[in-house]
């Protein structure tokens, strides 16, 4: 698996709602051209060509040769996992602004793909139903040890990631993981339905 830091030009080429998708819908979906990625995503070939340039000139994206592809440009994934944290562009506003709009995307989104869930769950098969869902768990950890958890979930999702790759078994579809450390802030602790 190939991973990026996100550099502060990186994070705000990619800060960019359609950009995000077809960064997204490469990682997952594999190779694709502008065309398709415009009709997947609904949106128009010149758009979708334009922002693919962006991610490429960033080093997020890049051409793929094709044999008798024509015209057609292939474009790729250049990574498989970003990663980014708000301290890494301390001195950089722009880029600090980017990583909070990226991060304000990836909660919308998890929103987003929890609603979907919770409104297919009568529709899926029993097995489905039990496989998934939403858990939290409250731990007392310093910084360091939070660390080392996140570090241990990575090597977890890392070691079934490749699992999956090298023995795909029937049935198998996509699923998204979110792996979501966030300390509590200071002041009154709030008691939860859950603790």
Known sequence: MTFVH???????VL???????????????????????AEVLETNSGATSYHLRQLAEAGLVAEEDRAG???????RAVHDMSSWQRGF??????????????????????????????????GES??????????????????GQLRELMEEVDGV?????????????PG?????????VLPETQGPRRHRATD
């Open 15 to 37: 800060a960019h709602p359609l950009r995000v998708r077809l960064l997204g819908h490469l990682r997952a979906g594999g190779p694709a051209t502008a065309t398709s990625l």
């Open 126 to 143: 029993l097995e489905w139903q039990e496989a998934g869902g939403i858990s939290d768990y409250l731990l007392t950890l310093d910084a």
């Open 157 to 169: 999702v890392e070691r079934h990631r490749a699992a999956a790759r090298d023995d795909p078994r």
């Open 6 to 12: 996100l550099s502060g030009r990186q994070i705000q």
């Open 69 to 75: 592809g024509g015209r057609q440009r292939w474009w």
């Open 89 to 122: 562009y301390e001195d950089d506003p722009d880029a600090t602004a980017a990583a909070e709009w990226m991060e304000t995307h990836q909660v919308n989104r998890f929103a987003e793909l929890a609603r979907s869930w919770r409104e297919a769950l009568p």
């Open 172 to 180: 198998a579809r996509p699923v998204v993981l979110y792996a979501a």
